[in-house]
């Protein structure tokens, strides 16, 4: 952890010195700064992966509100557990698999979806058992060992009778596979899974909550000032800084990486080089609750 670091912060300072274009699309490319929640789900999905199959699999709901870092996590440990070629067979293997629930509750889409991820051919007009069978094979063939499905709240944007019918296929992927599921989404998220006793009593929650004004919400912001190639310092965990941007943002992890980056773009494109309140006051910010 400590190399992967000191690694970044090279980096950053490589870019000090580089021109303004080129520092700008470094500052707007994404980034991944740990905090303990993050850390502690991320160790929960560990867990979940190595778990042995059985035929009640345990699940994860992550609940968060809209733009505060559930996505970028889910990614972020997808992201650590790449598929790898498969030398002893026919196949790449597929550890874990992430997708977005379709907009709508719909057995047809999702499994399109799938089928998509896994580079195989279909017919979409097939019919919903076809797409089953072939989805269930494929997993099984790349030894799949985890599904995350993000935006799973979007369940709600259908009848009941699609509510239930949807719910009862991620249950059953669940039973059939024997893998573990990681659902991600809003409150609504909660909700919608609590429809179902069963998937609800399989589905454990674990909530990314907003940040609160306090010294870790400085750490993050000093850290995030360590990976930004200003040539000035910031002082971004300065208490009128600091207490500005937790204002600004409301405590929306996105909202906060959306200050800072256009932010440190208004200081690089001004030549001052570093954030501080005329740079605040520049961007034009509308706070999420207005």
Not at 53 to 64: A, E, T, Y
Not at 87 to 99: E, I, L, T
Not at 151 to 161: F, Q
Not at 180 to 205: C, K, M, V, Y
């Amino acid at each position: 952890m400590a190399d992967r670091l000191k690694e970044l912060q090279e980096k950053v300072a490589s870019y000090r010195d580089r021109p303004n274009d080129e520092r700008i699309k470094y500052i707007r490319s994404p980034r991944w700064i740990g905090y303990q929640a993050a850390k502690d789900i991320l160790k929960q999905l560990e867990t979940l992966l190595a778990y042995p199959k059985s035929d009640r699999m345990p699940n994860l709901l992550i609940v968060g509100d809209t733009n505060n870092g559930k996505t970028m996590l889910a990614k972020r440990f997808w992201r650590e557990h790449p598929a790898e070629d498969n030398k002893d067979g026919a196949s790449v293997v597929v550890p874990v698999m992430f997708m977005q629930a379709p907009p709508i509750p719909d057995e047809g889409r999702f499994y399109n979806t799938i089928l998509e991820l896994l580079f195989a051919p279909y017919k979409p007009g097939d019919r919903i058992d076809r797409k089953q069978y072939q989805a269930v094979r494929l997993m099984r063939e790349v030894g799949l060992r985890m599904l995350i499905i993000d935006e799973v709240h979007h369940i709600l944007a259908g009848s009941l009778t699609r509510q239930r019918a949807f719910l009862n296929v991620i249950k059953f992927l669940g039973n059939e596979l024997q893998i573990p599921i990681i659902a991600s989404g809003t409150r609504e998220a909660f909700r919608a899974i609590q429809t179902d006793p069963q998937l609800a009593n399989r589905f454990q929650p674990a909530v990314l909550p907003r940040w609160k004004n306090d010294n870790e919400f400085g750490d993050f912001l000093i850290t995030f000032e360590n990976l930004i190639p200003l040539r000035k310092p910031s002082h971004l965990d300065d208490i009128s800084l600091s207490d500005r941007i937790y204002a600004m943002s409301e405590g929306y992890l996105g909202e906060i990486c959306r200050i800072l980056v256009d932010a440190a773009v208004y200081a690089v494109e001004s030549g001052r080089e570093l954030i501080d309140q005329k740079a605040l006051d520049s961007i034009n910010w509308v706070p999420p609750s207005a």
